[in-house]
Each structure stands twice: as structure tokens, then as C-alpha cells.
């Protein structure tokens, strides 16, 4: 008798690739929703179009591969990576911005690396990062929170009609609803020798340790990343690297100078910090395999956000940082990797 012995993985995991990426997408409802509540309908539409474009991506180059369209269209990484990019984009965007961005992360950063699994940077932050130094105008035109906006209130439909149209409601300036971001006006505030505590207390887009509603919204991913760490969807190295690395550096230098540094805590809850720690630096595919590996990888991204924060050329760094390290991977899996079992015992150290 024949006996059949199939081929590698014998282990299975039990959850599919559909399911943790929806868990992924379930976990970034709390800071969507705060999202939404501070800065409007736009939120909601560039993430219902990035998704529509997303998926006809992705559809158009399956055929082209001649590759199946159900089990990919439906594992729900476009899905994920539509809403990434989404959410990383300045609310009242032209419908273009969010075309680009989302096409060229869906066809050169994954399809044409292969698709899932086999694409050597994160596609969120490929579309963010061509948006920014393509279109740096439009990237850098954010939407104030709705509170500081209050005597032009935008509905769905003047919202839609912005994105889509390119129009404003009769009276109202562009400028009159877009802002510099916190970590943009602290950076531009530093240069021309005010403190720290001076901008904070005296601009009005700062909230009581970070953005004026940019702190809650981060709140919001912090709660979801930490129900992806109970839920086993992510593991915590790279998450608890990362933030280490980041508060690290901005510790040593609030100790140093406090009056031109800002404090750990308002690097933690500004920007992209926690959205970038539980949602995309941990991205299994372009992230190292090893534990230590993993460890090394994630304090690193901390410590090149903090540096390009502080020191370079633009205000929030995260994408930046997890490319730059999306590229190291190779080389921390080459001299870092995990014990092959069967081969030499464990070492004690």
C-alpha cells in the first residue's frame, strides 16, 4: 500500500490569511471612529475609494497574471492596505491623490513583486511615500480638527463635493480649514528659537500631550493594537521595540534640553507613532522572522523616527522609517535567524 506523506508546512495555523487581516481591519475601528469624530466625512470617503480603486487594482492585475480573482481579492490584504494608506492621507484630498497612491501600492509594491508574501516593502507606505515627495503641496494641506473649524462646518455632501469636484462652498478659503500639523509647527517653531512649553501653550491645534484630537485618535490605535496582541493576531517585540526605541531618544534628549526637545509623550501620541507600531511595522511579510530579529528591526524604526523627526526634512517619520528597515530585513534575517529545530541544542546565553 501507498502510503502518502504530503509536502511542508505540517503545521498549521489556524487562523486563514483572511481572518487576521479582517481582525487588522477590526482593530483600527476605535481610532477610525475617533478619526472621523475630530476630523470629518473625508475620512470615510478617501477610505471608501481607496478601497474601490484597491480592489480594482488588484483585480485588473490578477488577470493579467492569469492568476484566480476570488481567493486573492477576497484574503482582505488589499483591503488593509487601502485603509492604511487611507487614513495616511490628509482628509480632504483630491480624489486623485488618493487614485495614486492606492494604484501604485496595489500594482508596483505588491503585484508586480509577486503579490502577498513576496513584496519586499510595506505597499501602504510605498503610495504614502511617492504622495509625499510627488505631491508634497496636497500631502501637507491637512484638514484642521472640526473644533477649530467651527464657523465652517462641512457636511457629507460639501466634503464630496471638495474631493470629487475640486470646489469650495461659496466664501470659504482653502486655507481657512487646513492647518499645519502639531509636529510640523513644532518643528517650524523650534527653528526660530521658541520653546517648547511657548508653542504648546500658545497654538491651539495642541491638545493636552499631543494633537488636538490627533491624542485620541492614537488612543484609538493603541486600544486595537493591544486587542491584536490579546487576540495572538501580532506579537509584541516589534510594537514594544519600537515605541522603546523612539522614547528612548526622546527621553535622553527632554533630560538634555527640555525647552527646544518636546517629551516622550508627546512623540508617543503624535503622528503616526502607534498607527506604525501595532499596524504597520508589524507587517509579517516585510518584517524580520527571528525574535531578536524582530527586536532589532523595531528599535531601529523607533530611533530613525525620532532622528528624521528632530533633525530631518520632514515633520512625521514612520513610513520612512519602516521603508528604511523594510530594506534592512535581509540582512538582520542573514546574521540574526532562529534556531532550525532538530540542529543544535539551544544555547544559554
Known amino acids: 500500500m501507498q502510503l502518502k506523506t504530503p509536502s511542508s508546512p505540517h503545521a498549521h495555523m489556524p487562523a486563514s490569511v483572511t481572518s487576521v487581516m479582517l481582525r487588522v481591519v477590526y482593530a483600527l475601528i476605535p481610532g477610525l471612529i475617533a478619526y472621523v469624530w475630530f476630523f470629518g466625512w473625508g475620512v470615510v470617503i478617501n477610505i471608501l475609494f481607496a478601497i474601490v480603486v484597491a480592489l480594482g487594482c488588484e483585480a485588473a492585475m490578477l488577470a493579467m497574471r492569469d492568476k484566480p480573482l476570488?481567493?486573492?481579492?477576497?484574503?482582505?490584504?488589499?483591503?488593509?492596505?487601502?485603509?492604511?494608506?487611507?487614513?495616511?492621507?490628509?482628509?480632504?484630498?483630491?480624489?486623485?491623490?488618493?487614485?495614486?497612491?492606492?494604484?501604485?501600492?496595489?500594482?508596483?509594491?505588491k503585484q508586480l513583486y509577486g503579490g502577498l508574501g513576496y513584496?519586499?516593502?510595506?505597499?501602504?507606505?510605498?503610495?504614502?511615500?511617492?504622495?509625499?515627495?510627488?505631491?508634497?503641496?496636497?500631502?501637507?494641506?491637512?484638514?484642521?480638527?472640526?473644533?477649530?473649524?467651527?464657523?465652517?462646518?462641512?457636511?457629507?455632501?460639501?466634503?464630496?463635493?471638495?474631493?470629487?469636484?475640486?470646489?469650495?462652498?461659496?466664501?470659504?478659503?482653502?486655507?481657512?480649514?487646513?492647518?499645519?500639523t502639531p509636529l510640523d509647527t513644532l518643528k517650524t517653531q523650534i527653528k526660530l528659537d521658541h520653546s517648547v512649553d511657548?508653542?504648546?501653550?500658545?497654538?491651539?491645534?495642541?491638545?493636552?500631550?499631543?494633537?488636538?484630537?490627533?491624542?485620541?485618535?492614537?488612543?484609538?490605535?493603541?486600544?486595537?493594537?493591544?486587542?491584536?496582541?490579546?487576540?495572538?493576531?501580532?506579537?509584541?517585540?516589534?510594537?514594544?521595540?519600537?515605541?522603546?526605541?523612539?522614547?528612548g531618544m526622546a527621553l535622553i534628549f527632554f533630560i538634555i534640553n527640555p525647552v527646544s526637545y518636546p517629551s516622550p509623550l508627546f512623540h508617543l501620541f503624535s503622528g503616526a507613532t502607534l498607527l506604525g507600531a501595532f499596524f504597520i511595522a508589524t507587517d509579517p511579510v516585510t518584517a524580520p522572522a527571528s525574535t531578536r530579529g524582530r527586536l532589532l528591526y523595531g528599535a531601529l524604526i523607533g530611533v530613525l523616527v525620532y532622528v528624521i523627526r528632530t533633525w530631518g526634512g520632514y515633520?512625521?517619520?514612520?513610513?520612512?522609517?519602516v521603508l528604511l528597515m523594510n530594506l534592512a530585513t535581509p540582512t538582520i534575517d542573514y546574521y540574526?535567524?532562529?534556531?532550525?529545530?532538530?540542529?543544535?541544542?539551544?544555547?544559554?546565553?
Open 198 to 247: 511657548e508653542i504648546i501653550s500658545t497654538t491651539p491645534i495642541f491638545g493636552h500631550f499631543g494633537g488636538k484630537g490627533g491624542e485620541w485618535i492614537s488612543a484609538g490605535f493603541l486600544l486595537g493594537g493591544l486587542w491584536l496582541l490579546y487576540k495572538r493576531v501580532i506579537n509584541w517585540h516589534i510594537p514594544v521595540a519600537m515605541i522603546g526605541g523612539l522614547l
Open 70 to 109: 476570488k481567493p486573492f481579492l477576497t484574503d482582505g490584504s488589499a483591503l488593509v492596505t487601502a485603509v492604511l494608506l487611507a487614513i495616511s492621507i490628509p482628509p480632504l484630498s483630491p480624489w486623485w491623490i488618493t487614485l495614486i497612491g492606492t494604484a501604485f501600492a496595489i500594482i508596483i509594491a
Open 315 to 321: 515633520p512625521d517619520a514612520v513610513a520612512f522609517a
Open 119 to 180: 513584496n519586499t516593502f510595506n505597499p501602504a507606505m510605498v503610495g504614502y511615500v511617492l504622495l509625499l515627495i510627488s505631491f508634497p503641496v496636497e500631502m501637507t494641506s491637512w484638514q484642521a480638527p472640526l473644533m477649530l473649524i467651527t464657523q465652517h462646518s462641512l457636511g457629507f455632501l460639501d466634503t464630496l463635493h471638495i474631493i470629487f469636484g475640486g470646489g469650495l462652498p461659496d466664501g470659504l478659503r482653502l486655507d481657512a480649514l487646513t492647518t499645519a
Open 336 to 349: 540574526i535567524h532562529s534556531r532550525v529545530l532538530g540542529h543544535g541544542a539551544k544555547r544559554k546565553d
